[in-house]
């Protein structure tokens, strides 16, 4: 299907979807450039939550009661609707988490615990968010296996040369991100599947930063794990996906035991359910699976293409004017970025351009973005990072750069 273009003027009204964008702060127009940690909601998003529980909330058991039923069917329905988003072959193979850091951590756990053993590598890149590294590291330290770490350049680019040369015989996963969240690279994913796979080594991607600002088919790119959170992408905390292909599911030892995951327990033992339902222990957040389906359809009404071309257009002129900013140094210069503007300014911590930033109404991060290893190999201990989304506008980065200027000593 072609996506119906949108042009400037049109995201200019998707402004108006977002409630809390109206919302003025410290007496000033909100310019919201903290995406990157979490979206801000479209009402229809918030209008799903409410009317999933003033008509449908109960808890999920297939032919117990009528409301059961129908919580039951939306959970599914948001799986399905989440296949589609994403592409992958079967619903079976979407597995509903709390976010990001728990799908990379049931990823780490069971297959440290089912394949992991000493002297084994798992491979990542430099530039990893410490939640895909810190259940690595977990995982090799209770199996006797080893990091091994896929240099960045000064631009932030992946050296596909040095991983190349570091990945073996000993390699048993690579775990790298799509987008980095630190710097805004976008790492060559599909040649480091390929690469991989000749070499038989499964590929796990961190899609947090990628999968609300282009089109992610988890069947072309070809990893075998694919890790998101729904807040970064316009729907509730608390709900995010695995995507893992059927043959790693099937084989995978569970993650957490508890009800919804079995078929028959005895004291004796423990038949599992099928996947994904066997990765998904205890009651499910039915209200997170609601809202990330509504979501998924707002954001498919747009268009990923769209979305993704407004968002380069405003980094571009984001890019060229922090430049008029004496003492200004864009960190993470990689050739494709992501909608993500790291920056160090001389003379100021990223903290105290944080704060001048807040003063202006202009939301911000600024530290180490959970990727210290990553400041780490630019010398730095932070930076100041403007992350862009849908409702950005050429306004919010004029209102960044008018707050850059008043950073006097
Ligand atoms: N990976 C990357 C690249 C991220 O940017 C983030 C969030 O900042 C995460 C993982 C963790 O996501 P969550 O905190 O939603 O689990």
Redesign the pocket.
């Known amino acids: 299907s072609c996506p119906r273009r949108m042009m400037g003027a049109d995201f200019q009204r998707l402004r108006n979807d977002f409630p809390l964008l109206a919302r003025p702060v410290r007496g000033q127009r909100l310019a919201y450039l903290d995406s990157?940690?979490?979206t801000q909601k479209p009402l229809e998003v918030i209008e799903a939550l409410r009317r999933y529980y003033l008509e449908d909330n109960a808890n999920t058991h297939r032919g117990v009661h009528f409301l059961s039923d129908r919580a039951t069917e939306l959970y599914e329905a948001a799986r399905e609707r989440v296949r589609r988003f994403v592409n992958a072959a079967r619903a079976d193979e979407i597995v509903f988490v709390?976010?990001?850091?728990?799908?990379?951590n049931l990823v780490a756990a069971t297959f440290g615990r089912a394949f992991l053993r000493a002297g084994d590598e798992i491979l990542l890149s430099a530039m990893?968010?410490?939640?895909?590294i810190v259940p690595w590291q977990i995982a090799c330290e209770q199996a006797g296996a080893q990091l091994r770490v896929v240099p960045i350049d000064d631009d932030g680019e992946f050296r596909f040369d040095e991983f190349e040369r570091l990945i073996g015989p000993r390699t048993r996963l690579v775990a790298v991100?799509h987008?980095?969240?630190a710097l805004g690279t976008v790492t060559p994913l599909r040649r480091i599947v390929e690469r991989a796979h000749a070499a038989g080594v499964p590929v796990l991607a961190?899609g947090?930063?990628a999968i609300a600002h282009a089109a992610v088919d988890v069947q072309a790119l070809g990893c075998d794990f694919y890790?998101f959170?729904g807040?970064?992408l316009y729907a509730p905390?608390g709900i995010?996906v695995l995507y893992g292909k059927s043959e790693w599911l099937a084989k995978l030892p569970p993650y957490q035991g508890g009800g919804h995951m079995i078929r028959d327990v005895t004291f004796a033992r423990t038949e599992y359910d099928l996947p994904p339902r066997k990765y998904e222990a205890g009651t499910p957040n039915v209200e997170g699976a609601v809202g990330l389906a509504a979501a998924l359809d707002y954001l498919e009404r747009i268009g990923l293409a769209a979305i993704g071309a407004h968002e380069r257009a405003l980094l571009d002129y984001a890019t060229a004017r922090v430049a008029e900013i004496g003492g200004l140094r864009v960190i993470g210069t990689a050739r494709e970025k992501g909608a993500i503007l790291s920056f160090v300014v001389d003379g100021f911590t990223a903290g105290e351009v944080g704060s001048a930033l807040d003063r202006h109404g202009v939301a911000a991060r600024s530290g180490h973005?959970?990727?210290l290893p990553a400041m780490r190999r630019f010398g730095i201990e932070g930076t100041a990072r403007a992350s862009f989304a849908l409702y950005n506008d050429r306004e919010d980065v004029d209102q960044l750069v008018a707050a850059l200027r008043t950073l006097r000593r």
């Not at 990893?128 to 895909?132: A, G, I, P």
């Open positions: 990157a940690a979490t709390r976010g990001t850091t728990e799908a990379i990893e968010h410490h939640s895909n991100t987008v980095s969240n961190d947090a930063q890790a959170s807040h970064k905390m995010g973005h959970c990727a």
